[in-house]
């Protein structure tokens, strides 16, 4: 999981690197896969398969919905400092201990609760709602929920499919979706709220394709490093506590790229959620 986070967080490095050229979070989000989906059909053709199956539906619902808050990542990534768009999306497992006990009827302990608590009040801190509410809030926090949705499909796949089966769904999703949504954003004018999955198509130039083929590279391994952590733990909540490494790597690289620091209290915030994402992480061993 600490080699995943690492080549997450260089993702969302080569995804800023790519906005700062112009394309859109729909358009990064299509390369970042298309790369990425050529490398594992290849995977496959060459290695097979060994999959039990049964779960189909549950496989399209891992890639729709891990499309969609992959579109609302890269949004932020384009918009706000790394490491802010990297904290949003660690706010998955407070979501995830809520889904717990709603679905499956978990009970979780007080320290549990204490760090979802702990978790909303460092994302108050870095949303800053009395300095307006921002769309990167809003996105940050759709980000969060269904990536919780994907984890939780994740845990549940594994028992019928393996790394490169899954892998594929995301990276199958990921570059269909974005196409669809270029397509209509030919032709339709959409909200402005939208503007995180419909955008026209912009053909890259010049050094944009090494950061997109570094992309697509980095987010395969990513992908399947975390597949893996997640298969191999009976507990997932140990490893997406591990996974918080990654607004650490985050942070550093934005820095060297020319990300600001975190005023006093966004950078309180980080810290804050950092420490509530490990406590809800360890308390949910389910």
Known sequence: MTVASLFFAITGACAKAVSAGGMSSVEVSFFR????????????????????????????????????SMLAFFYNIATIGLAEAFTFAKTAPMFLAFFGVIFFGEKIGFKAWFGIFLGFFGILLIMQPNLGFKISHAMGLINGVLAAFAYLSVHELRKSYDTKTIV?????????????????????????????????????????????VL??????????????????????GTVAAIGYTDIIFSMIIGFFMGDNLPNLLAFLGIIIVIISGVIVATQNKK
């Open 215 to 236: 992309m697509g590279v980095s987010g395969l391994v990513f992908q399947s490093y975390m597949t893996k952590a997640y298969a191999a733990s009976k507990h997932a």
């Open 168 to 212: 594929l769904s995301f990276m199958l999703s990921g570059t269909l979706i974005p196409v669809f949504c270029m397509v209509v954003a030919e032709f339709v004018n959409t909200p402005a709220f939208f503007d995180f999955m419909f955008a026209k198509f912009i053909m890259p130039s010049g050094i944009s394709w090494l950061w997109i």
């Open 33 to 68: 896969n298309v790369v990425g989906l050529g490398i594992v059909v290849f995977g496959i053709y060459k290695y097979g398969t060994n999959n039990k199956g049964g779960q189909p539906v549950m496989l399209f619902l891992r890639g729709f919905i891990g499309t969609i």
